[in-house]
C-alpha cells in the first residue's frame, strides 16, 4: 500500500488474490483486523450473506455464505486508487478509464466484457468497472459535495464471481446502495434545449399537464396518449414469504412507467383503496425530458451545481428548508422538489423529480 493523489491511499490489484492489504476468503474478523479497524460502519446481513461497509477507507467487504471474503467494492470518491500494470482504476474519467483498460487487456490477452453501467468487466482479473457522481468527501468519508464530473468506482471479485458478479444477489445488493439502482449505460444523447417542452410547475399539486392522483389511463391521455414503453410492477404478497397469506401472491400493483417519447417517468401509489394506483410523482429525465421551471428556475439539463446553487438562493428568499436525502439528492423540504442527476458520458446533468404531499422519496 502506497499514499495516492491528495492523500488517497493507493492499493494494488492481484487479480483474482485481493486488492491492498485484503485477500479473498478472509473471515470479517481478518478484514478488520488488515483494516486496522474495530468494526465497519455499517453492515447488511441476510440470512446467507452480507456485506460490510468501511466508511474511513471507502471499501465495502462482501462475504459469501461461509462469512469469507469474496468480492470488494472500492468508493470512487474515498476509497484508495486501485493499480493494476500502472493504471489507475477508481476516481477517474470512465472514458479515460475504459481506454487504459482497453489497452491493458489487448496487451495482456484478455477478454473485456461491456456491462450494464456502459463500462467493462475484465473476468480474468476479476474487474468489474462503474461509474458514479463526483463528490467531495469531507474528513470522515461523508459525502459533503456533489460535482458535475463522472468518476470511476470498481468492483474486485475472487475467482467463484468473476465471470457473472452481479448474479449473486449480495453483490447486487452492494450495486444498488453505492451505484443508482438504475444503470446508464448510453447511449447519453441529450435533447436541445430549444426542443424541450417548457412546463410550469405548481409544487405538491402538477407537473405541466400532469396532476397527482391522476390515474395511468389519465397520466397516457395527458402525454397525448403515448403508451409506456415500460413499467415498474410490484407483488404484495409474493409466494413464499411471510405476507403470502395476507392477499392473492398473483396480485400485481403497478407503482412506475416511463415514457420515452415525453422523456418522463411516472411514479404510483401502489394502490389506492377503491381507485386503483394514482400519480404520486413525476421525474422529468435530465437527457430527454421537459424543461420544469420552478418560479422561473429551470431544473432540467443544467449543471447540477448550477441547479443547486439556484435552489438554494431560491430557499433563503423563501424562508424554506433543505433536505439531503441518502440517495445525495437536494431536496427543497415540503415542497417535494428533488434535484437529481443524469449521466451524460463523463459528466453529469440535471434532472428534476417533483412528488404530491404524501409522497416520500429515501
Known amino acids: 500500500m502506497g499514499v495516492g493523489v491528495g492523500g488517497r491511499a493507493s492499493w494494488l490489484l492481484e487479480p483474482l488474490v485481493g486488492v491492498g492489504p485484503l485477500r479473498f476468503g478472509m473471515s470479517p474478523e481478518q478484514v478488520n483486523v488488515a483494516l486496522g479497524e474495530d468494526a465497519p460502519a455499517g453492515v447488511l446481513s441476510g440470512a446467507l450473506r452480507s456485506w460490510s461497509w468501511y466508511r474511513r477507507h471507502g471499501v465495502s467487504a462482501i462475504f459469501g455464505p461461509r462469512e469469507q471474503l469474496v468480492a470488494v467494492g472500492i468508493n470512487a470518491n474515498s476509497g484508495p486508487l486501485v493499480l493494476l500494470e500502472g493504471v489507475v482504476l477508481v476516481g477517474r474519467a470512465p472514458s479515460e478509464v475504459r481506454a487504459d483498460i482497453s489497452r491493458l487487456a489487448l496487451r495482456c490477452g484478455v477478454k473485456e466484457v461491456p456491462n450494464a453501467e456502459g463500462e467493462q468487466d475484465v473476468p480474468a482479473w476479476g474487474v468489474s468497472v462503474g461509474a458514479v ?22 468492483l474486485v471479485t475472487g475467482p467463484g464471481l468473476a465471470e457473472n458478479p452481479y448474479g449473486d444477489r449480495t453483490v447486487a445488493s452492494w450495486r444498488s446502495n453505492f451505484r443508482r439502482p438504475d444503470p446508464e449505460p448510453g ?11 417548457q412546463w410550469e410547475c405548481v409544487p405538491l399539486e402538477r407537473v405541466g399537464p400532469l396532476r397527482f392522483e391522476m390515474t395511468p389511463e389519465q397520466v397516457s391521455a395527458a402525454l397525448g396518449g403515448e403508451t409506456a414503453s415500460s413499467r415498474g410492477i410490484y407483488h404484495p404478497f409474493p409466494a413464499g414469504t411471510p405476507w403470502a397469506t395476507q392477499g392473492d401472491p398473483e396480485e400485481e400493483r403497478l407503482v412506475e412507467e416511463r415514457f420515452e417519447a415525453a422523456g418522463v417517468r411516472a411514479h404510483y401509489s401502489g394502490w389506492e383503496q377503491g381507485r386503483g394506483s394514482l400519480l404520486v410523482a413525476v421525474t422529468a429525465l435530465g437527457r430527454s425530458g421537459p424543461q420544469i421551471l420552478l418560479d422561473g428556475i429551470p431544473l432540467v439539463g443544467r449543471p447540477v451545481t448550477a441547479v443547486e446553487a439556484d435552489i438554494v438562493r431560491y430557499i433563503a428568499d423563501n424562508d424554506l428548508g433543505l433536505r439531503l436525502p441518502v440517495s445525495g439528492d437536494m431536496e427543497i423540504y415540503g415542497l ?3 434535484v437529481r442527476a443524469a449521466r451524460v458520458g463523463d459528466a453529469a446533468i440535471s434532472e428534476a423529480r417533483l412528488g404530491a404531499e404524501q409522497w416520500y422519496e429515501e
Open 133 to 154: 457522481q463526483q463528490w467531495l468527501p469531507d474528513a470522515e468519508g461523508f459525502r459533503r459535495q456533489r460535482l458535475d464530473a463522472m468518476v470511476t468506482d470498481l
Open 187 to 197: 447511449p447519453w444523447t441529450v435533447r436541445p434545449e430549444r426542443e424541450r417542452p
Open 336 to 338: 417535494g422538489v428533488f
